[in-house]
């Protein structure tokens, strides 16, 4: 095998093993960009504990078969750009989604979310979706919410029924 097979193999694994140990991965045409703007994205990513590599995308979809999720393959059609979501499975998407609104340069394409392969749409829902710390937020809230309630009828019950200071005449 030559050294060039060699390098394209090495890739391959490289990418099938990112694919099965990321939580969420997100795919978005890049074309366009600057270096710096690139490198702007880059750097939001990486906040998030987020992976991001461009790949050949027949690479890509030989290991994507590989992983098993050979449908994403459909829609990977030119410069594209790899995020892996290492924690936050959402992440991924919703940064590149965040920074696609403010970069019309920016495009989401795909992803794999939740051990399927999802299309433009369905990416774009994914980076809808809160994070888990938004989730546990809300949770929080809605918890918090009845304790609030009988705490300001108590104190209202309170207020209505105060009798007058002893001293004072009315």
Same mark, same amino acid.
């Given at each position: 095998?030559?050294?060039?097979?060699?390098?394209?193999?090495?890739?391959?694994?490289? %990418?099938? #093993?990112?694919?099965?140990?990321?939580?969420?991965?997100?795919?978005?045409?890049?074309? *366009?960009?600057? $270096?710096?703007?690139?490198?702007?994205?880059?750097?939001? @990513?990486?906040?998030?504990?987020?992976?991001?590599?461009?790949?050949?995308?027949? +690479?890509?979809?030989?290991?994507?078969?590989?992983?098993?999720?050979?449908? %994403?393959? #459909?829609?990977?059609?030119?410069?594209? $750009?790899?995020?892996?979501?290492?924690?936050? =499975?959402?992440?991924?998407?919703?940064? !590149?989604?965040?920074?696609?609104?403010?970069?019309?340069?920016?495009?989401?394409?795909?992803?794999?979310?939740? *051990?399927?392969?999802?299309?433009? =749409?369905?990416?774009? @829902? $994914?980076?809808? @979706?809160?994070?888990?710390?938004?989730? +546990?937020?809300? @949770?929080? !809230?809605? +918890? !918090?919410?009845?304790?609030?309630?009988? *705490?300001? *009828?108590?104190?209202?019950?309170?207020?209505?029924?105060?009798?007058?200071?002893?001293?004072?005449?009315?």
């Amino acid at each position: 095998m030559n050294a060039n097979k060699q390098l394209k193999v090495a890739v391959v694994k490289e %990418i099938e #093993d990112k694919i099965k140990n990321s939580s969420s991965v997100a795919v978005a045409n890049y074309a *366009g960009l600057t $270096v710096a703007e690139f490198q702007s994205l880059r750097k939001e @990513l990486k906040e998030f504990n987020v992976d991001i590599k461009v790949y050949k995308n027949r +690479l890509f979809k030989v290991a994507a078969k590989n992983a098993g999720f050979e449908d %994403i393959n #459909d829609d990977l059609v030119g410069s594209n $750009v790899y995020a892996f979501g290492n924690e936050d =499975a959402i992440a991924p998407a919703k940064v !590149m989604a965040k920074f696609a609104k403010d970069n019309s340069k920016l495009e989401l394409v795909a992803g794999i979310f939740e *051990g399927k392969a999802v299309d433009k =749409a369905g990416i774009e @829902l $994914v980076a809808t @979706l809160p994070s888990f710390e938004e989730a +546990l937020t809300m @949770l929080a !809230m809605q +918890l !918090m919410s009845p304790v609030k309630f009988i *705490g300001v *009828g108590l104190h209202q019950l309170i207020e209505e029924n105060k009798l007058p200071a002893e001293g004072k005449s009315e």
